[in-house]
């Protein structure tokens, strides 16, 4: 094909990524806010769990829709990578042989599954240790103690009960206290639908450091360890690429254990936040990664997967 049908096919496979995204980006608006919510149920179980309000902050006008968007652009790319991926390949298909064809729908499937496998870690094992981990340690930091003192004649502490939720019969003037939200409320009136109108106060532990935690920063941490377990877990593919390149031989990557190892600490303090815990639970599983990648180097080597290069034409 002449370079400039090369270019034309390259325009045409571009206009159909970008214009094809639209339908994922309006999907990711409709989905964007229960997402929003699902990623912040870690952070609120932790906060909860250190007797902490289970609330975030949110100190700008236009912080909430901005994250709000973020999570849908972050959700058009994700959902609509398979969309990219297919138009990529209908363009560079033609001029490959049939046998190298065979690698690409190995390595394909493989790194979307790890890049799943990765988030997946992330969210339900990583995210939760990490902040139950840094929440714990501040909320312990200048705790003020009790400080007994006697009470003035005549005065009477007001007891309000406790409450694993909300009554489900209130007046106006209820007042209690809601453990699960770790909240002082009351019923300050009805709706016109009788629905109650609640006011909350949310109670803090006896700490001397407050801790607020913003809803833009918190996000963002959420989505650069997303990215940095996405990218760590695709150590299998880039074992079995280096392997089926002719680089390295199994041999090779079988005396080399100790450096891997020291590599994988290296890439996880890049990937994650400058912690040790963060550090410790990527660098783990990313050399049990390598493991495995070289595991399916040995069952699939790349002779009993293409055989002569050119077999099978373009």
């Known amino acids: 094909m002449p370079l400039g049908d090369h270019l034309e096919e390259l325009r045409k496979r571009l206009v159909l990524m970008l214009f094809g995204l639209v339908p994922f980006f309006v999907v990711a608006l409709t989905v964007s806010r229960p997402v929003l919510e699902f990623l912040i149920r870690p952070v609120r179980a932790a906060l909860r769990d250190a007797g902490l309000p289970p609330v975030i902050q949110s100190t700008g006008p236009i912080e909430v829709f901005g994250s709000y968007m973020k999570i849908a652009l972050i959700l058009t790319i994700l959902g609509g990578s398979w969309w990219v991926l ?24 493989l790194s979307v599954t790890m890049t799943g496998v990765g988030v997946v870690f992330m969210y339900t094992v990583m995210l939760p240790v990490v902040l139950a981990f840094f929440i714990g340690f501040g909320s312990t930091l200048g705790e003020p103690g009790y ?21 489900a019969t209130l007046e106006v003037g209820s007042l209690w206290i809601n453990t699960e939200l770790s909240e002082l409320r009351t019923c300050v009136g009805f709706a016109p639908d009788g629905s109650p109108i609640i006011s909350g106060t949310p109670l803090t532990g006896g700490s001397g450091i407050l801790q607020l935690y913003r809803l833009k920063e918190y996000v963002g941490l959420v989505l650069m360890l997303s990215l940095g377990f996405a990218i760590g877990f695709q150590m299998p593919v880039v074992v079995l690429l280096l392997g089926w390149a002719g680089i390295v031989e199994p041999d090779d990557l079988t005396g080399v254990r100790k450096f891997v190892l020291m590599g994988c600490l290296v890439l996880s303090a890049i990937l994650t936040p400058a912690d040790p815990l963060s550090m410790v639970l990527l660098a783990g599983p990313l050399y049990l990664l390598y493991e495995f990648g070289l595991v399916l180097l040995r069952l699939m080597p790349a002779k009993s997967l293409g055989g002569e290069a050119g077999d099978g034409g373009a």
């Open 86 to 109: 297919t138009q990529l390949w209908m363009f560079v298909r033609p001029g490959l042989y049939r046998t190298e064809r065979r690698f690409v729908y190995i390595l394909i499937p």
């Open 147 to 167: 400080n007994p003192v006697d009470l003035p004649a005549g005065v009477v502490l007001p007891a309000a009960p406790l409450v694993q939720g909300d009554p």
